[in-house]
């Protein structure tokens, strides 16, 4: 996927859920993996030309893992003058040294997201941007109708009242297959993941499930997407039409 491509569609989705407005400072949050760094590359090239002003700084929460080298996205947020900030945490101590955990992944997140966000305020951030694209989407809609027998999905934009913080989605819009050829057409300096139930989640069965019903019947991915942005999901923004 070529640049251009990819800031085209982060403008659609900005513009269609209202995600930016004149004066944000929005950070970015870096895992270290393809989709959180082609967030970072697509808010860094809209910035360039965005009606609307806005400042971008990127974090990332360190769970504490060994060896979990974070000097490539030191030197690409450098490279592409965007402030960064490593928050150290014991996060990975306490899931799987201290309490065990069978199943991390829900606690891990939750964690994750609550040093992030005081992170973010700590910055002077009033939006942080979380890189889930469209499969990401597709497959919590999935897992939530399996696991709890309701229609939802991540919303395109939510405000935290506790944190005073709005959480958006720029890239809600890119297929993952995009996001993996723009990572190896930028060559983005992925930082690989150390969890050791990487690959073995609820989330990955979903992708697979996703992917044999779309093979077994050819475009259910696209129209389990549109059920999603048609579904009236309760917390959902309103959804302007894309006009430029």
Avoid at 46 to 71: M, Q
Avoid at 94 to 115: Q, T
Avoid at 219 to 234: D, Q
């Amino acid at each position: 996927m070529q640049l251009q491509r990819l800031l085209s569609f982060t403008r659609k989705a900005v513009d269609e859920y209202d995600m930016i407005q004149e004066g944000d400072h929005i950070a970015v949050g870096i895992s270290g993996g393809k989709d959180s760094l082609t967030l970072l590359y697509a808010l860094h090239g809209l910035k360039r030309f965005y009606p609307k002003h806005f400042e971008l700084s990127a974090v990332t929460v360190d769970l504490g893992f060994e060896n979990f080298d974070l000097s490539p996205i030191q030197d690409l947020c450098k490279e592409l003058g965007i402030p960064y900030r490593i928050v150290k945490s014991e996060i990975y101590h306490i899931l799987f040294d201290v309490r065990k955990e069978a199943n991390p992944c829900s606690l891990c997140a939750k964690m994750r997201k609550g040093a992030l966000n005081d992170a973010v305020k700590e910055m002077g951030c009033n939006k942080v941007a979380y890189a889930h694209h469209k499969d990401d989407i597709i497959e919590t809609m999935l897992l939530s109708l399996i696991f709890e027998g309701r229609f939802h999905s991540f919303s395109p934009k939510t405000y935290l009242d506790r944190m005073d913080l709005t959480v958006i989605r720029p890239i809600m819009f890119i297929d993952e297959k995009d996001v993996i050829g723009f990572k190896n057409k930028y060559d983005l300096p992925v930082v690989k993941s150390k969890c050791p139930v990487d690959g073995y989640t609820k989330r990955q069965y979903a992708k697979e499930l996703v992917k044999q019903l779309n093979e077994e019947h050819p475009g259910a991915r696209e129209r389990m997407f549109h059920a999603v942005l048609n579904g009236n999901i309760k917390g959902w923004p309103e959804r302007i039409p894309h006009i430029r």
